[in-house]
T-cell receptor, first 111, second 111 residues
Framework: QQQVKQSPQSLIVQKGGISIINCAYENTAFDYFPWYQQFPGKGPALLIAIRPDVSEKKEGRFTISFNKSAKQFSLHIMDSQPGDSATYFCAAEVGNTPLVFGKGTRLSVIA | DVKVTQSSRYLVKRTGEKVFLECVQDMDHENMFWYRQDPGLGLRLIYFSYDVKMKEKGDIPEGYSVSREKKERFSLILESASTNQTSMYLC??????????FGPGTRLTVL
């Protein structure tokens, strides 16, 4: 019940296209859903996060869509750029307990 | 800016050696975490700590121990390194229920 399932494992998108990464969870007590971005040789860094009281959050080209009834949330990257090529992790948390991470998606944006 | 530093970027050890990985954060965070990252397996939580001298097992604590004698420092110890502990090790810190900040990672190779 603590798992967060992330798909796809890898994704190749043309420059200017939309990248979509999906996550699903079981624990309805989760109340915080962040996305982390990791470039090669670096630690993950928070990209964007959402709480379940809203269905969407947008920051620049990055949008989280949240579907509470389906227990799913997704990251959309609009106008994807080669500089967005990285590994993306979704995660979920309830209260002050450790984040539960998805297994990651390696995104490659090709020109 | 929050800074999480790890003592080494790269480390090579021999089977059976005792290995210390050090992590220091400079933002007075209560929470600290150790993860290992392996291809296809994502981020797996080894141990975490919510206070000085406090530690909790994560998902994969076998073969590891930790020490937190000071609030800013969290050490991961491999009592007797084995080849299956070759991995990237990431330290993170956070305030309660807020963004986790990651260090750059230590790539450990056990020969």
């Amino acid at each position: 019940q603590q798992q967060v399932k992330q798909s796809p494992q890898s994704l190749i998108v043309q420059k200017g296209g939309i990248s979509i990464i999906n996550c699903a969870y079981e624990n309805t007590a989760f109340d915080y859903f962040p996305w982390y971005q990791q470039f090669p040789g670096k630690g993950p860094a928070l990209l964007i996060a959402i709480r379940p009281d809203v269905s969407e959050k947008k920051e620049g080209r990055f949008t989280i869509s949240f579907n509470k009834s389906a227990k799913q949330f997704s990251l959309h990257i609009m106008d994807s750029q080669p500089g967005d090529s990285a590994t993306y992790f979704c995660a979920a948390e309830v209260g002050n307990t450790p984040l539960v991470f998805g297994k990651g998606t390696r995104l490659s944006v090709i020109a | 800016d929050v800074k999480v530093t790890q003592s080494s970027r790269y480390l090579v050890k021999r089977t059976g050696e005792k290995v210390f990985l050090e992590c220091v954060q400079d933002m007075d965070h209560e929470n600290m975490f150790w993860y290992r990252q392996d291809p296809g397996l994502g981020l797996r939580l080894i141990y975490f700590s919510y206070d000085v001298k406090m530690k909790e097992k994560g998902d994969i604590p076998e073969g590891y121990s930790v020490s937190r004698e000071k609030k800013e420092r969290f050490s991961l110890i491999l009592e007797s390194a084995s080849t299956n502990q070759t991995s990237m090790y990431l330290c993170a810190s956070s305030l309660a229920g807020i963004e986790q900040f990651f260090g750059p990672g230590t790539r450990l190779t056990v020969l």
